[in-house]
């Protein structure tokens, strides 16, 4: 019963079936096989971006690291959320393959950054100081790192004023599948129709071995990401073992229907534990992450159980006698007997 992350499940048959069939014979390197062109097809059509350059990498580091490069210049400034990955979680990958620029963090609950307090944030830092740098983007992550969502009128607001204030809208989708799931909208509205630029597009969390695409819709900022990639040490020489896995998760909805089941399952967890006696859910569960807060007995009786998860934050010092406070994250590969097991034990 592990509820670590969805980063400690499996990959889907369908997505082993597809790197099977992808290693029969020789093809050509680096991305010049029909393979990619075909995934890359596909996204396009998928997000009914046709002009969108599209780029495979192995990691969500690597995406997001590169799409913020296109964007900002060492002596930019890139707002985000307070609890973003690209601030808490990537030891430093976007300031060093933008070549220094600062990440300018932005509180909010929920994970979410409200309009006024991105506006706040933009007076407070200035613009086009020869001192202080210059603002050049926002990213948003969506869904966030506390598993809620940013819906289409809240995302359209944000992007709206980072166009006022001249900046470039970056999206940071590791679990976009999740958000995309939730609010049941076309991928094109969650995106580029809402304002965004370049998408980091997870699918290693739901469901793949190991890749991320990054999508940039404004043509324009594409020129060079090729020439990033390679210099960073991220372009895939064997890159049709990338492709044949985002071709075979988007086949027929499997990475929609991945990422239902998980947020399902992550509300069904969720239901179960808020009738249990002193615990509380901590934040509204819109997508496959549930936080809670539980009696630390509780927490004792899980770990004997051998029910795995994360103290959040990490920093606790889990004394005894106190509460603690969880996250429990459900993946594709979660099952209804996963859920039951652990309530059960926990009850």
Request: aromatic share 6%; hydrophobic share 45%.
């Amino acid at each position: 019963m592990n509820f670590a992350s969805d980063n400690a499940g499996g990959v889907h048959p369908r997505i082993l079936a597809a790197l099977g069939a992808a290693n029969a014979g020789h093809v050509p390197a680096y991305g010049g096989d029909r393979i990619t062109r075909a995934a890359q097809d596909r996204l396009r059509e998928t997000f009914d971006a046709p002009d969108a350059a599209v780029h495979f990498v192995a990691s969500g580091t690597a995406a997001n690291a590169l799409a913020l490069s296109l964007a900002a210049p060492g002596w930019g400034k890139i707002f985000c959320h307070a609890d973003a990955h690209i601030h808490t979680s990537e030891s430093g990958a976007p300031e060093f393959l933008t070549g220094g620029a600062k990440l300018v963090p932005i509180p909010g609950a929920g994970g979410r950054i409200a309009p006024e307090d991105l506006i706040a944030a933009l007076e407070a830092n200035g613009r086009d100081s020869v001192h202080a740098g210059r603002n050049v983007a926002l990213s948003l992550t969506n869904a966030t790192e506390w598993g809620t969502v940013y819906d289409l009128d809240e995302l359209a607001a944000l992007t709206a004023i980072a166009r006022d204030h001249g900046l470039i809208c970056h999206m940071d989708g590791a679990r976009f599948a999740n958000a995309l799931a939730a609010l049941d909208v076309a991928p094109a509205d969650l995106t580029h129709g809402a304002g965004i630029d370049i998408l980091s597009l997870g699918a290693t969390k739901n469901g793949c071995m190991g890749v991320e695409a990054v999508m940039i819709f404004d043509p324009a900022l594409a020129e060079d990401f090729e020439f990033r990639r390679k210099r960073a040490g991220a372009l895939v020489s064997k890159h049709r073992y990338l492709s044949a896995q985002m071709l075979a998760w988007l086949e027929g909805d499997l990475w929609l229907q991945m990422a239902a089941h998980a947020n399902a399952m992550a509300h069904d967890l969720a239901l179960g534990l808020s009738r249990l006696p002193h615990v509380r859910i901590d934040q509204r569960v819109q997508t496959n992450a549930v936080f809670a807060t539980i009696p630390h007995d509780l927490h004792v009786r899980a770990q004997a159980a051998g029910i795995v998860y994360h103290p959040w934050p990490h920093s606790q010092r889990l004394d005894e006698g106190e509460p603690v406070s969880i996250r429990m994250v459900c993946g594709w590969d979660t099952t209804p007997e996963d859920v039951g097991a652990t309530l059960e034990a926990l009850a």
